[in-house]
């Protein structure tokens, strides 16, 4: 794991409660360990679809972003600077066998100032996985 590559690597929380008019992630507070990775750093004359990537774990205390996952991605985005549609956003079960997924996003409309997605989970892709798996042993490999 090249660590120069991590743009980010904490906890990311939210209360469930809004500001002025900004829509919660949800409605329940919750807390997730997310590591934000900048993929195209080390190769830069390779073009990448998706040049960074979001890991992302239930830090088991409230709710999971399973069915909001847009909302947290549009609030991670906007925290960290990062293009929403060209982010592999990965989630891993926070149990054994510690199943990993993907979100892709499509954009079915774009309103003013609220882009709406359909949002589809995969299984990691063997090309991302490969790319990602330096990055993952700490989140599967608990003590």
Request: with cysteine.
């Amino acid at each position: 794991m090249n660590k120069k590559n991590i743009l980010y690597d904490g906890l990311y929380e939210w209360t469930g409660t809004t500001r002025a008019g900004e829509k919660p992630i949800c409605w329940w507070p919750g807390s997730y360990r997310i590591r934000i990775i900048d993929l195209a750093s080390d190769e830069p004359d390779i073009f990448h679809l998706r040049p960074t990537a979001v890991i992302c774990q239930n830090n088991s205390s409230g709710t999971s972003i399973r069915n909001y996952v847009q909302n947290f991605a549009r609030a991670v985005s906007e925290k960290y600077n990062l293009e929403m549609e060209k982010t592999i956003w990965v989630e891993i079960a926070p149990t054994p066998p510690f199943e990993i997924q993907a979100a892709t996003f499509k954009l079915v409309s774009d309103l003013e100032s609220n882009r709406l997605f359909s949002v589809r989970w995969r299984d990691l892709r063997p090309n991302e996985f490969s790319t990602l798996e330096p990055y993952l042993d700490d989140f599967i490999k608990k003590d």
